[in-house]
Structure formats: structure tokens, C-alpha cells
């Protein structure tokens, strides 16, 4: 690892949070965006080794440039197999073969929580957003939630409009209430800080804040009072090595996303 | 057996008003051709299904086609919103749509139900998610073995079937490979089933012995359409166009846009306007 640079912006800082929450051994059900980049990146540096799963069935891909979609070619023609949808969720994903699921959301709440359905009531919706696809089975099939959203008011709401995702739950006891053995979000990762569940409410607390990040802006950017774990560290800077291969990454994207 | 038969044929004659039609493939193989010749032959009241509707739903909905919407995603994968989709919701454009909304795992698990012949499918899913206080297809069932109770939801049955194929031999047999989705599910799921093809060849060749392969007798038109899938995408023909994509986002926003480019592209065109995207793929090596 190279020294430490403070040339990043706040989304890159993300991105390499969370790829560093990755574990070479874990097998991965990634969603598309911000986890595929998080992903990937964690593949390309310190877990080589990672399994990299989509919905759309590709499994163990390891794409040169990230994917616009959840099915690009590139990821079926450099998977290790390929097999049908409905086999992807009944026997991998609900099979339990899954250790992480990787997701984002266009809103979340202070007990990680998803909603991806609508704003507003579900019949007469203000905004209708594109809805659950697989994060509903995703959040309580995989062994641990991993989830990668920058704040903003508008995403870190008080009480969402809808659950598409269970996380721990609209006041933090669902989840264990139901006896779902799978731990649910365990990282909250954003342009701001790491966030992880408090043991005893499930709250996300942050427990690490990004370089240069300071506490009045976390609450500035969330509908909540943000809770604190009782140690909160400073994430590390991104590496040379971390911002090189996420930069090349996203430019070799870029570039081939303009040709198709 | 299936039939041999144009696009404009095979959509005459096997999808009617008000049927319940599944246009599938999971980001690759998306019948596009298709999709445009249900709405060049104003097709209406239809009851679409479908797990991602992207661009392809996007259309017939903004077009008038549809009455209800089966779905689990409703987005333009990558880029944002489907906004003839959320027009269509949020204010009613061009009519309103009625939605019946699952999880992707629903989903998969109701056609293999559908292509099973059962009455319904089960899962271990929906756990603490608010769609199954609002979707009353969404029930429970509980195991009489362990007691477990899991989700249940109806099998999916549509009237037709329609998806892209790589290939079909001369007898109408069909191959398909790359990412498969749910077609093969949906085909064997409804009683009627179109699938255009990028071309017809004396003999598959060698394939893998496991190849997902539709016999002729499970489908009622077979129809070569090369480039059909565009901007989908047809592995080892050519790759998905992630510029158009892009640029839908632009095109679909405004409803005089949308419907100029749809007049400029689908009203006024066949499905040979199509060809031009058939060229061999950049990036895709697998055949």
C-alpha cells in the first residue's frame, strides 16, 4: 500500500469505504451503481478472490468495466457460469450461499431501513421510484447487509413513506422479533462516515467519520439526531492505490458506455 | 409445431386486446421489435407483465397499450427513472395503469409456478416489507411439516409469451444463451408464445449439451428479425447499446418528445428497421 493523499472527493472517499468492508472470502450479491462499484473496486485491490454475484445471474464475474445495467454482457462473458433467474434467487440468494448483499437506496432511516417504491402515499404517489426488484429478498436472505448511500436530507429521512427493504425494522425490534437468523445491515457506508448497528437499539451510529468530515455536517445532511457509537475513529485517507485503480476503473467505464 | 410467420403476422394473430402478455428477458434478449409491433397495431387493454420493465414498457405504456402493469422494477437500469411509466402512475398519462407489484424473487418464483403447472408459488421472502400490505397477491402459507409460514403468490399465466432467441433451426426449434432470465419459464408458462429470432441456420452447431433450447412445439411463431433485441442486446451478435439508454432518459422526459420519436421510429417503420443494429459485436466473443 502506498502513502495516504487527501486529492479524493467525498464520493470517492465512499467508494473505497466500503470496498475496504469487503473480506476476500466473502461471496457477494451486488447491486448495481454504487455497491457494483464498491465491489468491483474491492475485487481489483485487496480481495481478489471476492465472488462477485448479480441478479441477473452471473456468478463469480469479474468485469473490466463496471456495468450500466445488472445484465451487461461483460458480466456474463467474463462470469464464471451463468444461470437462470429464477434459480439465482430460489438456490443461491434464498439457498443461503450468500455471505454479504451490497445494496443502495434512494431512501433509508436511522435503522437501515430501504425504500426504493415511492415517495408519498403507494396509490397516489408524489414521486414513484422504480420499486423492490430483489432488495426485499436480498435484505433478509444474505448473511450480513452492507448498504453505500451519500447523505442528503432527502435520502436520510425520519420516518420513510414506505419499506421496501426490511432492515432492522421501523422502530429497530422487527427484525429479531421475527427470528430472522441473517444479522440484516451491518455497514452503513456514506460520503461522510461509517455507520454500524448500536448492539442493544439496532440504530446506525457512526462509528468512523471520513478525513476532513466534521460532526455538525453529518447532522446537517440527515433527518435524524445522529447517534454516536462510544468510539468513533477517523476512516483512513484513500491510498494511492485506491484512487488509481477506482479512477481507472471509472474512466475505462466511462469511455465504453459512450461507445456502445 | 411452431409456425414461420412475419412479425406483423405472429402478432395479428396471437396477441388480442385485453391479453395478458409477458414480454421478457433480463436486460439481454429484450424483444424490442416485438414490443414495437404490438403498438404499431394499436393493441389495447393489455395486462403487461414482465420483471424489469424498462424502455420496452416504457413505450407501450406511454403509447396507450396497456391497462395493468405485473412488474417488480420499474426503472431505466443504470441511468434513473421510466418516466412514461411514472407519468402513467403519478398522473395518469396517457390513461391510468393499474400496477400488481412484487420482489424479483416473486417474480421468478411465479413463472417456474406457472411453467410448473401449480396454482401458486412459494418463498421465503417479503419478511418486514410494506409491498405485501399493499399487493393482496401477496399471501402466506404455512408448511405442514415444519410449520414455517412463507409467502405465496399466484402463478403467472399469460395469455402469450414473447421473447428474443439467438437462433432457430429450420424446424422452428430455438437456442438461447448468455444471461437467460425467466424466458424459458414464461414460454412454457403461457399458452401462446412469439419469438423472433436473429437468424435461422441449417443446424445449431455445437452447442452445449445444456444450452437452454425451446423445442418447436412449445412455440406458436417463430419470426427472424435480426437486431430485434436492439438497444437489448444479443450475446456473441452484438452488445447492449448503453448509449441509448442514456439518451432515453432525454427522449422519454417530455411527452412531445416521446411521442415524436415514437412516430419517427416505431410508427413509421417495420420491423427491418431493425437489421441495421445486427452487426457482429465489439466486446461479446462467446460464439
Known amino acids: 500500500m502506498s502513502a495516504a493523499t487527501a486529492n479524493h472527493t467525498p464520493t470517492e472517499m465512499m467508494t473505497i469505504a466500503a470496498a475496504r468492508a469487503l473480506r476476500n472470502e466473502d461471496v457477494c450479491f451486488v447491486g448495481i451503481g454504487a455497491p457494483s462499484a464498491a465491489c468491483n473496486l474491492a475485487r481489483l485491490t485487496h480481495a481478489p478472490n471476492i465472488t462477485l454475484i448479480y441478479e441477473s445471474g452471473t456468478i463469480a464475474t469479474r468485469p473490466t468495466v463496471l456495468p450500466l445495467s445488472i445484465g451487461d454482457g461483460e458480466l456474463c462473458d467474463t462470469a464464471l457460469t451463468t444461470v437462470s433467474v429464477p434459480e439465482m434467487f430460489r438456490y443461491w440468494l434464498q439457498g443461503g450461499r450468500i455471505s454479504v448483499g451490497f445494496l443502495g437506496g434512494a431512501q433509508i432511516d436511522r435503522f437501515a431501513n430501504l425504500n426504493t417504491t415511492v415517495v408519498g402515499a403507494y396509490d397516489a404517489p408524489k414521486v414513484r421510484l422504480p420499486g423492490g426488484g430483489g432488495a426485499p429478498e436480498i435484505a433478509s436472505n444474505c448473511q450480513e447487509i452492507f448498504i453505500i448511500m451519500a447523505q442528503s436530507k432527502r435520502a436520510f429521512v425520519d420516518r420513510l413513506d414506505f419499506i421496501t427493504s426490511m432492515g432492522h425494522g421501523r422502530t429497530g425490534v422487527e427484525r429479531r422479533a421475527m427470528g430472522i437468523k441473517t444479522k440484516g445491515p451491518t455497514r452503513l457506508i456514506t460520503d461522510m462516515a461509517i455507520y454500524a448497528p448500536d448492539p442493544e437499539t439496532c440504530e446506525m451510529s457512526v462509528v468512523s467519520i471520513h478525513p476532513g468530515i466534521s460532526r455538525s455536517q453529518i447532522e446537517d445532511s440527515l433527518g435524524w439526531p445522529v447517534r454516536y457509537a462510544a468510539e468513533v475513529v477517523e476512516t483512513p485517507s484513500p491510498t494511492h492505490d485506491e484512487l488509481e485503480v477506482l479512477r481507472d476503473m471509472q474512466a475505462r467505464t466511462r469511455q465504453a458506455h459512450q461507445q456502445s | ?287
Open chain 2, 1 to 287: 409445431m411452431a409456425e414461420f410467420m412475419s412479425l406483423r403476422d405472429a402478432v395479428a394473430h396471437c396477441i388480442g386486446d385485453g391479453d395478458r402478455v409477458a414480454m421478457e428477458g433480463f436486460t439481454h434478449l429484450i424483444p424490442h421489435a416485438a414490443g414495437h409491433e404490438v403498438i404499431r397495431q394499436q393493441r389495447k387493454h393489455l395486462t403487461l407483465v414482465r420483471m424489469t420493465p424498462d424502455i420496452i414498457y416504457d413505450q407501450l405504456i406511454g403509447m396507450g397499450c396497456a391497462d395493468k402493469l405485473v412488474f417488480s422494477w420499474g426503472g431505466n437500469p443504470g441511468v434513473g427513472s421510466l418516466h412514461r411509466f411514472r407519468d402513467a402512475i403519478e398522473n395518469k398519462w396517457p390513461q391510468p395503469l393499474d400496477i400488481e407489484e412484487h420482489s424479483h424473487a416473486a417474480m421468478a418464483n411465479a413463472y417456474e409456478a406457472g411453467a410448473a403447472n401449480l396454482p401458486f408459488a412459494m418463498m421465503r421472502g417479503y419478511l418486514g416489507a410494506d409491498l405485501s400490505l399493499v399487493n393482496p397477491n401477496i399471501r402466506s402459507v404455512t408448511c405442514p411439516f415444519t410449520g414455517e409460514v412463507l409467502a405465496a403468490m399466484p402463478a403467472i399465466r399469460p395469455d402469450v409469451a414473447v421473447i428474443h432467441a439467438l437462433r432457430a433451426d429450420r424446424e422452428g426449434n430455438v437456442l438461447l444463451e448468455g444471461i437467460t432470465g425467466v424466458q424459458k419459464e414464461a414460454v412454457l408458462a403461457s399458452k401462446r408464445a412469439i419469438v423472433t429470432v436473429e437468424e435461422v441456420v441449417d443446424t445449431f452447431g455445437p452447442t452445449n449439451r445444456n444450452a437452454v433450447i425451446l423445442p418447436s412445439w412449445t412455440i406458436t411463431a417463430v419470426c427472424v428479425v435480426p437486431g430485434g433485441a436492439h438497444p437489448s442486446y444479443a450475446q456473441g451478435y452484438y452488445s447492449r447499446d448503453n448509449s441509448f439508454y442514456i439518451a432515453w432518459d432525454a427522449i422519454s422526459r417530455d411527452r412531445d418528445s416521446f411521442l415524436a420519436w415514437m412516430t419517427r421510429h416505431v410508427l413509421e417503420q417495420g420491423p427491418e428497421a431493425f437489421a441495421v443494429h445486427a452487426r457482429p459485436a465489439k466486446a461479446s466473443k462467446l460464439s
